[in-house]
């Protein structure tokens, strides 16, 4: 990665991602080994005009290190300065880049239910902060980098695999132009028009079939509201959550879903991969589940909360978005979520609910809109997808046939 190319990169999401404004606190999470990337945003944000910038840094092998030794006890004990930082970013309003670069494989070793409990600890612990996240409470942005590990489970035969890999994340971030920009800004309104005929239709129901042996019929929140790439947060300041983006979404109902649902690719949760997975809902809640590998991740997750046994985001994504047309499996739900059409297991963005950032939990639950301490993307996308709205009337609309976009 050369340093016009990464200051490119921090400029694009420092002004269309997070839209840092003038006078603004901003916090940047990134992996230790991606050091120089770092001093980029940084003094990219400074430039910006930003009052105070800083990196929280993050270490997978630290991480991995502590699970499998420190005990138990220890580590669903989560420290108050933890929880306290992560609130302070609320309070001061700072905007923050998070750099989603994990290695797939990062956690080998270490008991998988161990590690889920900890999460379960953390996701707790965290559930003030991340509901003010999701609720659009501050501007926040998630993008990636390559580090060597990453790089390595996705090319695994390269002699430079961290090339390779940057070279597709330029592609996929539209960095590969003159002017990215306006790139951007046209793929913004051309997603926009998406959310806005799903808007007008107001489906009841979508109806998910695949060549995979998905079957599944999926209601929607009432009052819920199709979203795209770009948000507003709480400031009133537009931003986008996350870079690349390809995404229309939406809330599900929490007790409408009823069917089975089979993956279309790997997931990685909490350093562990789950693959070849299955889901049956029943009256929106999962009744019976397997995976052909990581089963007791999947296990961990599900029964993290009552909220985990529910859907909480579904979300439609053509099969021709850049993203999908490279054809790379990249173990990262931020591009993989955005090569096909997914759902979310656990709380549902009160944004994709009308007014729903000013209503209460109770409120949201009431319209259908799950609540947990999780939110975990997965993939269901397929060339040969159908997906039929079904309308108030019970008029049957398509919206996806073999794979992409038909409204
Ligand atoms: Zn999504
Ligand atoms: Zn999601």
């Not at 669903?76 to 797939?104: G, R």
């Not at 931003?239 to 979404?249: C, H, L, R």
């Not at 579904?314 to 990249?330: M, T």
Request: with cysteine.
């Amino acid at each position: 990665m050369d340093t016009k190319s990464i200051k490119q990169f921090a400029k694009l999401i420092l002004k269309f991602g997070v839209n840092l404004q003038n006078g603004q606190c901003f916090e940047l999470s990134c992996p230790v080994t991606e050091y120089k990337v770092a001093r980029i945003f940084i003094d990219t944000a400074y430039e910006m005009g930003a009052k105070y910038a800083r990196v929280r840094w993050n270490d997978e092998k630290v991480d991995a290190s502590t699970y499998l030794n420190a005990d138990e006890k220890t580590l669903t004990n989560v420290p108050k300065w933890f929880v306290l930082s992560k609130n302070e970013l609320v309070e001061k309003n700072f905007c923050y880049v998070a750099i989603a670069a994990d290695d797939p494989y990062a956690f080998k070793g270490v008991p998988e239910d161990k590690i889920a409990r900890i999460a379960k600890a953390r996701s707790k612990a965290l559930k003030k902060f991340s509901d003010t996240v999701m609720a659009n409470g501050i501007r926040w942005c998630v993008v990636s980098v390559p580090t060597l590990q990453w790089a390595k489970t996705v090319f695994p035969n390269s002699k430079k695999p961290e090339k390779d890999l940057w070279q597709e994340i330029v592609k996929t971030m539209r960095l590969d132009c003159d002017n990215p920009e306006q790139k951007w800004q046209e793929h913004v309104d051309n997603l926009i028009r998406h959310a806005s005929r799903l808007n007008d239709f107001n489906f009841e129901f979508l109806h998910f079939k695949n060549s995979l042996g998905t079957d599944l019929k999926i209601g929607l929140a009432e009052n819920h509201v199709w979203l795209s790439a770009l948000e507003k947060a709480k400031d009133g300041v537009d931003f986008i959550a996350n870079m690349p983006t390809e995404e229309v979404f939406t809330a599900p109902h929490r007790l409408k879903a009823d069917g089975k649902l089979y993956s279309a690719m790997p997931l990685v949760y909490n350093g562990n991969i789950i693959d070849k997975f299955s889901l049956t809902f029943k009256e929106g809640k999962i009744v019976d589940y397997s995976a052909e590998k990581g089963y007791s991740t999947l296990k961990g997750l599900i029964e993290t909360d009552s909220g985990t046994l529910r859907l909480g985001e579904v979300a439609l994504i053509g099969k021709n978005s850049p993203i999908a047309k490279s054809g790379i499996l990249f173990y990262n739900t931020l591009f993989d979520e955005n090569a096909s059409c997914h759902l979310a297991i656990g709380k549902a963005y009160p944004t994709t609910i009308k007014n729903g950032s000013s209503l209460s939990t109770t409120e949201l639950k009431d319209l259908g809109a799950n609540d947990s301490v999780e939110h975990v993307d997965f993939m269901i996308g397929t060339d040969d997808l159908t997906v039929t709205g079904i309308t108030k009337n019970g008029e049957k609309i398509p919206v996806f046939t073999d794979g992409d976009w038909v409204i």
